[in-house]
């Protein structure tokens, strides 16, 4: 069966550092990209990056770049999604989900990771 | 970016009835269209991907058409399970937007 299971709830300050992670199982890692998707409570979907567990190569949303960083753990099938100095405007819950290629969609999807940023 | 834009932003509708939502592409992305279903507290959940083809363990009452510019989900006979908030997506082009969604309510 194939999962992506997603780090817990995170509360933090402004200017703290925070990093989220996607365990993925029942399929073979490598071969699908996996995904990070923000959505502000009670707002739509916005595609923030993908990377290629195979390779590691990325592809960024150009307004996202610089803000967030994606990385992977191939020995332990994990994607995580980093951030060096949060804003109020990092508030939002983040999905991780997969794709079998750039151009396919996003065909499973984790159950979401909620970060709150506030002072 | 390509920006994707759906119609109508919120819906009301009866179980049983015909619902078709709109989604425009500001440039053409030939069949790179995908459709997801989203309800309240949960990821959103895959339908329809290529502009038509249905992903598997969906229910045939979906559909979706189009291509170039402007594309369609139908939903032949509402659900009670339907009522929830639709997305496209273009698969087309870096940055992968998302339309703004739409809202399908119970009348």
């Known amino acids: 069966e194939v999962q992506l299971v997603q780090s817990g709830v995170e509360v933090k300050k402004p200017g703290e550092s925070l990093k989220i992670s996607c365990q993925c199982s029942g399929y073979n890692f490598a071969s699908y990209w996996i995904g990070w998707v923000r959505q502000v409570p009670g707002k739509g979907l916005e595609w923030m990056v993908i990377i290629n567990p195979g390779d590691s190569d990325t592809r960024y949303n150009p307004s996202l770049q610089g803000q967030v960083t994606i990385s992977v753990d191939k020995s332990i099938s994990t994607v995580y999604l980093q951030w060096n100095s949060l804003k109020a405007s990092d508030t939002a819950i983040y999905y991780c989900?997969?794709?079998?290629?750039?151009?396919?969609?996003?065909?499973?999807w984790g159950q979401g990771t909620l970060v709150t940023v506030s002072s | 970016d390509i920006q994707m834009t759906q119609s109508p932003s919120s819906l009301s509708a009866s179980v049983g009835d015909r619902v078709t939502i709109t989604c425009r592409a500001s440039?053409?992305?030939?069949?790179?269209l995908n459709w997801y279903q989203q309800k309240p507290g949960k990821a959103p959940n895959l339908l329809i991907y290529?502009?038509?083809s249905l992903q598997s363990g969906v229910p045939s009452r979906f559909s979706g058409s189009g291509s170039g510019t402007d594309f369609t989900l139908t939903i032949s006979s509402l659900q009670p399970e339907d009522f929830a908030t639709y997305y496209c997506q273009q698969s087309y082009s870096l940055p992968r937007n998302f339309g703004q969604g739409t809202n399908l309510e119970i009348k």
């Open positions: 440039q053409s992305i030939s069949n790179y």
């Open positions: 989900a997969r794709q079998y290629h750039v151009v396919q969609p996003f065909d499973y």
């Open positions: 290529a502009a038509s």
